[in-house]
């Protein structure tokens, strides 16, 4: 009994695990040590504070990695920003913006890219009223960005 009454007198502890400020800047303890990968990854990204730089997490990390524990613990949770930011890196290689984490190499797949740009549209329309202001901030956002992308690649293509 006298265990249940320290417990209630202690109360609860609350922890904020999210990876990301409320400005989407990634946190201090959740930066990777490799820092100079990073500016690379903005540079492409163009989304500016709005939201997370793309691909910053872990931008040399192979796609078949995905379920593998890092050497400094396990991966962190899942959440609907870390899955949109998933698909817009994968976009984002598929405009050229990014090189291939396993050759090295950048190559363009308009086709792929437009595909993925309208499963995140599709994502979009089917979570209306359902999402936090940062996380329809932040679909918008990446929708943007990757919309004016994908035409500045196209009219590229056809010249």
Avoid: C, W
Wanted: charged share 30%; net charge negative; no cysteine.
């Amino acid at each position: 009994m006298e265990r249940e009454e320290d417990e209630k007198a202690r109360g609860f502890k609350v922890e904020d695990r999210r990876r990301f400020s409320s400005e989407g800047e990634v946190k201090p303890e959740f930066r990777d040590d490799s820092a100079a990968a990073a500016p690379a990854a903005s540079e492409h990204a163009g989304l500016g504070s709005a939201a997370p730089e793309i691909g910053a997490a872990e931008p040399n990390r192979p796609a078949h990695a995905a379920g593998a524990h890092h050497a400094h613990g396990p991966e962190p949770e899942m959440t609907f920003g870390a899955f949109l930011m998933g698909l817009s890196t994968q976009a984002l290689m598929l405009l050229g913006d990014i090189a291939d984490p396993e050759t090295g190499e950048a190559h363009s797949d308009l086709p792929g890219a437009q595909q993925l740009i309208d499963i995140i549209g599709m994502l979009q329309r089917k979570t209306q009223g359902n999402l936090d202001r940062d996380e329809a901030q932040l679909i918008e956002t990446i929708l943007f960005e990757l919309r004016m992308k994908y035409v500045e690649r196209a009219r590229g293509a056809t010249r």
